[in-house]
């Protein structure tokens, strides 16, 4: 692997460019009207111009994406996350260009981009799995029977949905029935399949995730695992490692089963199996992402190892560079993602930043995207920073990320580090006993 072109932006493109440089790797960033003057287009090798500021006629836009490819010379594409990372088509279409995609075969994309599919396999794997459907609920009596013989409340899901987009919990017969048309028109409009499902709703689950990683010769390991439940919307905000829930017997048996899914699908390069837990330490197969996570530095500081670096030596067919018994947890990492938005209500808030500066400090990583004079746009995803910091303890890494955040200074839009400085000094969190509804009851408790 020679040129790699880097089918995303912002900070994840830096990211990717930081290890490529570092194994001497060529990179070839993409670029829309709307982002030619951030840091990630000038940071790479060569940059190609793909089209408006709109993802449809720039970073979704295949043919242009794939031209940059072959008029660059690039002989891989690394997909980031997002966008077309999860697109079994692009995927397709990127080998049948003779061109290497990072990333797991078009194959497995397409059968865990599917949750109904997908559920289906874990099961066959022995995998455990929440109740619920096996074909998709057709109708509203369906969906309304599903839940019946399985007992309120329950999640009605777009089979094809991510990131929170097509799901809502149903507490009874009558909201069920309002929410599917909805939520079935909303699927068809974002993700082009309207089918939907009914499963069990664990309430107040924590949402534990466990990195994975397999090479072309049948070798897969675990990462460990990471805490991803401070939320809001279903979008993750913070998360940590090691999970602070966690027993070592539960933590075992969580990775193993992570392993085993992925065994199930022949999974090649990095990607993550998410799962959902319950008060007594219960889990179930939630979905496996098969691209690289947002939250990957969190796994990367507690462990030491890149993870571009072990996506790069995959796709190049090499195996693994780890063997299980090397990953260890050497030290507690937390994440906390800085995004353009209004600190109450999570509304995204576009404009220049007119001063950046994020802490300097040791064991703070800053994963961004934007500097001074960068202009937020309303085209993309308003995340603009990730704040990564690691401590020989889990109350070392929460004193050195309430300093982080008060030395981080952006000017000229509003941000999300008041809400992030509070979720640090709150008690639940500081004891690492919070689930996904923490966000939620934090706000209903301020209301009251």
């Known amino acids: 692997m020679r040129k790699v ?68 010379g690039a002989d ?3 997909p980031g996350y997002g966008l077309l990372s999860e697109n079994e088509a692009f995927a397709r279409r990127v080998q049948e260009e003779g061109i290497v995609f990072i990333g797991p075969s078009p194959e497995v994309i397409g059968q865990m981009g599917d949750k109904l599919t997908a559920r289906k396999i874990m099961q066959q794997a022995g995998v455990p799995v929440v109740p619920g459907c096996e074909d998709p609920a057709e109708t509203v009596d369906e969906a309304a029977q599903v839940a019946q013989t399985i007992g309120y409340p329950v999640m009605l899901k777009a089979s094809a949905g991510g990131g929170g987009i097509g799901m809502q919990i149903c507490r009874d017969e009558s ?43 049948g070798n897969v390991v675990h990462l460990l695992e990471r805490e991803c439940s401070i939320q809001r919307r279903h979008q993750k905000v913070l998360e940590e490692s090691p999970s602070p829930f966690l027993d070592p017997a539960t933590r075992e048996l969580l990775c193993q089963s992570a392993v085993q899914a992925a065994k199930a699908v022949g999974y090649t390069g990095v990607g993550t199996v998410e799962f959902i837990v319950d008060d007594s330490k219960n889990f179930y197969f939630l979905e496996m992402n098969t691209r690289l996570q947002v939250e990957h530095p969190v796994t990367e500081e507690m462990t030491g190892l890149d993870l571009v670096a072990m996506q790069l030596t995959i796709a190049d067919g090499e195996p693994l560079p780890v063997k299980q018994e090397d990953v260890k947890a050497l030290r507690h990492a937390i994440e906390l993602r800085v995004y353009a938005e209004d ?19 040791e064991q703070v990583r800053i994963d961004d995207g934007v500097e001074s004079g960068t202009q937020v746009t309303p085209f993309y995803d308003p995340m603009i920073a990730k704040v990564i910091i ?59």
């Open 76 to 78: 891989a594409i690394h």
């Open 175 to 217: 909201s069920l029935r309002q929410a599917y048309q909805s939520l079935r028109g909303r699927a068809k409009a974002y993700f082009g399949n309207d089918a939907m499902y009914v499963e069990k709703y664990v309430e107040r689950p924590h949402h534990i995730e466990v990195q994975i990683a397999g090479d072309q010769h």
């Open 390 to 448: 690691s401590g020989a303890s889990r109350t070392e890494a929460v004193e050195r990320a309430r300093e982080a955040m008060q030395n981080f200074q952006i000017t000229g839009i509003k941000t999300n580090i008041p809400f992030l400085q509070e979720v640090l000094a709150d008690e639940r969190f500081c004891e690492g006993e919070y689930t996904t509804w923490f966000v939620q009851e934090r706000a209903a408790k301020s209301n009251n």
């Open 343 to 361: 600190p109450v209500t999570f509304l995204p808030s576009p404009g220049t930043i007119t001063f950046y500066q994020p802490p300097a400090m």
């Open 5 to 72: 072109l880097i089918a995303n932006r912002g900070e994840i493109a830096r990211r990717i460019i930081r290890t490529c440089r570092s194994q001497g790797v060529a990179t070839v960033a993409v670029y829309s009207d709307a982002d030619r003057d951030l840091p990630f287009v000038r940071e790479a090798d060569e940059a190609v111009h793909i089209g408006p500021p709109p993802v449809p006629h720039s970073y979704l836009n295949v043919e242009a994406i794939i031209g940059a490819a072959k008029r660059s």
